[in-house]
């Protein structure tokens, strides 16, 4: 057994012994859902509860939306043992069809949050939608993985994804495996007069040419960062800091993340 999954159910145990009055939470196939959004989307915690969908859920057991970037994420979660396997029928009708289909007939009932958004966005230029199933081992289904890929290639809008257990803790701890991509960005500025050069002998960058500072919209950041995702592309690497304190810029900062 992966050791990773005991500290999913440390951490469930954790949850369980928390918060014993959240509804189903010492289900442990239900709080793996809530696992789910707190680590890996990092939901605060008192919407959790929320944006879980959870038994007769017609194939989703938990979302998240993003409505400034109009991006929504459709969940499932497999919390099985080792000898488990997800079928490719579950994620051919399931996973793939039965909620976007009735999300896009307008029928889906047991969230009236996501039927509205998903019905507000579903023609805008920039609405994407992002199903993600999770499963707790790593029984491959090379059948799964074909439909997955069909489905995106079908569907422009829409990108699936089986996130197995050594994705899902590659995942949690951040690691993006290198590989080697040709990739296109786009960098939005306000105007012209936000690019910057930048001084590449004062920065010490031996090796870098033409530099510049670019001044983007933080929703350009986001998108890049989504499209190198999806592409499986490793833009950022990890770049650790320290706590700076809250003053100063630091603070101008943190307030305006702050202010809707």
Same mark, same amino acid.
């Given at each position: 057994?992966?050791?990773?999954?005991?500290?999913?159910?440390?951490?469930?145990?954790?949850?369980?012994?928390?918060?014993?009055?959240?509804?189903?939470?010492?289900?442990? =196939?239900?709080?793996?859902?809530?696992?789910?959004?707190?680590?890996?989307?990092?939901?605060?915690?008192?919407?959790?509860?929320?944006?879980?969908?959870? !038994?007769?859920?017609?194939?989703?057991?938990?979302? &998240?939306?993003? &409505?400034?970037?109009?991006?929504?994420?459709?969940?499932?979660?497999? !919390?099985?043992?080792?000898?488990?396997?997800?079928?490719?029928?579950?994620?051919?009708?399931?996973?793939?069809?039965?909620?976007?289909?009735?999300?896009?007939?307008?029928? !889906?009932?047991?969230?009236?949050?996501?039927?509205?958004?998903?019905?507000?966005?579903?023609?805008?230029?920039?609405?994407?939608?992002?199903?993600?199933?999770?499963?707790?081992?790593?029984?491959?289904? =090379? &059948?799964?993985?074909?439909?997955?890929?069909?489905?995106?290639?079908?569907?422009?809008?829409?990108?699936?994804?089986?996130?197995?257990?050594?994705?899902?803790?590659?995942?949690?701890?951040?690691?993006?495996?290198?590989?080697?991509?040709?990739?296109?960005?786009?960098?939005?500025?306000?105007?012209?007069?936000?690019?910057?050069?930048?001084?590449?002998?004062?920065?010490?960058?031996?090796?870098?040419?033409? =530099?510049?500072?670019?001044?983007?919209?933080?929703?350009?950041?986001?998108?890049?960062?989504?499209?190198?995702?999806?592409?499986?592309?490793?833009?950022?690497?990890?770049?650790?800091? &320290?706590?700076?304190?809250?003053?100063?810029?630091?603070?101008?900062?943190?307030?305006?993340?702050?202010?809707?």
């Amino acid at each position: 057994m992966n050791h990773f999954l005991d500290q999913i159910k440390e951490d469930i145990k954790i949850y369980q012994n928390e918060y014993p009055l959240i509804s189903n939470i010492h289900t442990d =196939a239900w709080a793996f859902n809530y696992w789910v959004l707190d680590k890996l989307f990092f939901e605060d915690e008192e919407l959790i509860e929320g944006k879980i969908v959870d !038994y007769h859920d017609l194939g989703i057991d938990a979302y &998240e939306i993003y &409505e400034e970037t109009k991006d929504v994420y459709l969940i499932q979660n497999k !919390y099985y043992s080792d000898s488990t396997s997800i079928t490719a029928e579950y994620v051919k009708n399931d996973f793939l069809i039965r909620a976007i289909t009735s999300l896009e007939n307008g029928t !889906y009932k047991k969230s009236d949050e996501l039927q509205s958004f998903f019905t507000k966005y579903k023609n805008h230029e920039d609405f994407a939608v992002h199903l993600q199933l999770f499963v707790t081992n790593n029984n491959r289904v =090379a &059948e799964a993985d074909n439909y997955i890929k069909k489905f995106n290639i079908d569907h422009p809008k829409y990108h699936a994804q089986i996130f197995y257990l050594d994705d899902i803790e590659e995942r949690y701890y951040g690691e993006v495996k290198p590989v080697k991509k040709n990739i296109t960005v786009k960098v939005e500025s306000v105007n012209k007069g936000t690019i910057l050069n930048i001084n590449s002998d004062s920065y010490k960058l031996a090796n870098v040419i033409d =530099a510049r500072y670019v001044f983007t919209p933080v929703v350009s950041v986001f998108r890049m960062y989504r499209d190198a995702i999806e592409k499986g592309y490793p833009i950022f690497d990890m770049n650790i800091r &320290e706590y700076l304190g809250n003053k100063g810029v630091n603070k101008n900062i943190y307030s305006t993340l702050l202010d809707k």
